[in-house]
């Protein structure tokens, strides 16, 4: 696993871990605010309208709230977890950490600094939706010990430009992989409540309708703005495709003790996640990664290995260590070529756009 590199036993080394930029973890983005004040969504108006009203109506206002056995659940489970089941989780409970507060603080900046009336309204919504997901998580980190200060993360960590299409390309992906993940792992929980370790998961359904919404009003935007599907764009969005679905099979397959504990295999639960994901896409995406190609696993699980030698290298240190990262992070970027280049299955856009979370 990739803590090899980090234990996780103070709030210090939690804000480290959340700070340092590594190839597979989360980062924090800003964008070309003018740029986004000129996107237009009127072809998507009447839907446009519906989906913030439905914003508006705040379905989970109180939903993110710990209820009474909340506390006691953590404990009696703490007492069973092996240490690796334990790392493994706070490790998930910082990156997913990580990855909230990304959305909350771009689209808050957004939201902020742009006068484009609808990109504002979606940003406020959106940050909103985000900031109590961060807080939630936090208050379960804070459980171990382990609270994050969220201020001094975000003067600490570095900010990577991308130019608004990105943001959306990115942001559509993340939120529905998001959906894709956080569904499957809910209903394998109702299934088997027995191997529910956290109470934290109790919560995922209603956590993650939040995030289809988020996909759906980038869905929108980019139907809205049909030049962002098209032409030289299709070679952004199969990197984003390719990077999306690979970064979320390499930290999976980095902590395989916590989709074990809930009795999924991490190569079986990412695939199931994919063709979730690959369901939901077709809405608005004229590219789709061909899961069913025999190379597009076999890539995966090379670019799985680089990552994991390049980890240990980096954690091993000194100049032999360094060398390994750099030869296996070169090995990793070429097996991320030969994925870009991998035929892609072609998709007809739908009518209509919008979908339900019906997974
Ligand atoms: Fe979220
Ligand atoms: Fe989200």
Known sequence: MNNATTIIGSAASAAQKMVRDTTFSPRFYTTDFDAMNKICIEPVRSAWNAMMADYERDHNREFFQRDASFADEVLEHDKKMSPELKQEMLDFLITTLTSELSGCILYNEIKRKVSNP?????????????????????????????????????????????KPKYIFYATYLSEKIGYARYIKIFRQLEAFPERRFHPIFRWFQQWCDDEFRHGESMALILRANPELLRGHNLL????????????????????????????????????????????????????????????????????????????????????????????????????????????????????VTLLQPAW
Request: charged share 20%; with cysteine.
């Open 236 to 351: 952004w969005i199969r990197f984003f495709l390719i990077a999306v679905y690979a970064t979320m099979y390499v930290r999976d397959h980095m902590r395989p003790a916590l989709k074990q504990a809930m009795g999924l295999h991490p190569t079986e639960y990412d695939f199931a996640v994919f063709r979730i994901t690959n369901q939901i896409i077709k809405q608005c995406l004229p590219i789709l990664p061909d899961l069913d190609n025999p190379a597009f696993k076999r890539n995966l699980d090379r670019l799985s290995y680089c990552a994991q030698r390049a980890d240990r290298g980096a954690a091993s240190g000194g100049l032999l260590g360094k060398f390994a990262k750099c030869f296996w992070s070169v090995a990793g970027a070429a097996v991320f070529v030969r994925m870009y280049c991998l035929p892609m299955q072609s998709n007809q856009l739908p009518e």
């Open 118 to 162: 609808d990109i504002k309204q979606l940003m406020g919504y959106m940050a909103r939706d985000e900031a109590r997901h961060a807080s939630f998580i936090n208050a379960s980190l804070k459980d171990y010990g382990l609270g994050i200060n969220i201020g001094e993360i975000k003067r600490k960590k570095h900010y990577t430009y991308f």
